[in-house]
């Protein structure tokens, strides 16, 4: 599928193969909102049932600005892989949220197999800097169920100078999920005055539950901030205490532990 955003024009053509590709270009100069499942649904929805493979490529060209909600939960998607091409001075907002109590009945349901009946979900996010003065700022939040296996793999690649990234992943894991993180922040000899920030931050809350981070630096450049990191913890005891010591009662007291990690 080819996506042509300009000045609100659309102009579709569908390829599906073994997966589904979809290409998206965006030249508004205007920030506007994005939603890929709106896209996915109006498009692809009753052409294939299950998708194994989604590859999406959005290119940001010169000076354009847009937020991406990554909302493809609803979808029967095990694998997808988001690649963003940000040209000159193009601004990218992207924000994944898989935590809302609504996608979380409608897994229980079983209408997410990716998630659900065969318990894996993988996701690529790959975000290239092809020119001076591109930014971008990603968040991904998730919460894991049951025997849910989540895999991430994220790329901050920057080839141009004066640029920035920040990406901040946070995930909470109840009963038996487990999530795997591989992070990579690559910046090129010649790009200088780069700003770049990478962090992964896990909440065990069950028994069994996992998180394993994997953060990597390649950086070839002199003149860079580069920072990344990664936290894997449960919650604190002490501060579930202090709550009940003020009449909250236990379950809720670590719901709003929950929701304050969130944010």
Do not use: W
Request: with cysteine.
């Amino acid at each position: 599928m080819n996506y042509n955003i300009h000045e609100g024009q659309k102009d579709f053509t569908n390829i599906l193969n073994n997966g589904i590709d979809i290409n998206i270009s965006i030249y508004q100069t205007q920030k506007q909102h994005l939603s890929l499942k709106q896209i996915f649904k109006d498009n692809i929805e009753g052409t294939a049932a299950y998708v194994e493979n989604l590859n999406i490529k959005i290119n940001l060209y010169n000076n354009a600005c847009v937020f991406i909600i990554d909302d493809l939960i609803d979808f029967d998607i095990t694998r997808s892989c988001i690649e963003f091409n940000l040209h000159e001075n193009s601004e990218l907002n992207y924000d994944l949220k898989i935590l809302d109590t609504q996608y979380v009945d409608k897994i229980n349901d079983g209408l997410l197999v990716a998630c659900n009946q065969q318990g894996y979900f993988e996701k690529t996010i790959n975000l290239n800097f092809l020119g001076q003065g591109a930014k971008a700022k990603a968040k991904c939040l998730l919460k894991g169920l049951g025997s849910q296996l989540f895999k991430f793999k994220t790329t901050q690649n920057h080839q141009f100078e004066n640029t920035k990234s920040d990406l901040v992943i946070k995930g909470a894991f109840c009963q038996s999920s487990k999530f795997i993180c591989d992070n990579l922040i690559k910046v090129n000899k010649n790009a200088k005055n780069v700003e770049v920030s990478q962090q992964n931050k896990n909440l065990l809350l069950g028994c069994h539950s996992q998180a394993i981070s994997i953060p990597k630096l390649e950086v070839e450049a002199d003149d860079v901030s580069c920072k990344h990191g990664a936290v894997v913890s449960k919650l604190n005891d002490n501060e579930i205490f202090y709550l009940q010591s003020r009449g909250m009662e236990h379950c809720k007291a670590k719901q709003m532990l929950i929701d304050s990690f969130f944010k």
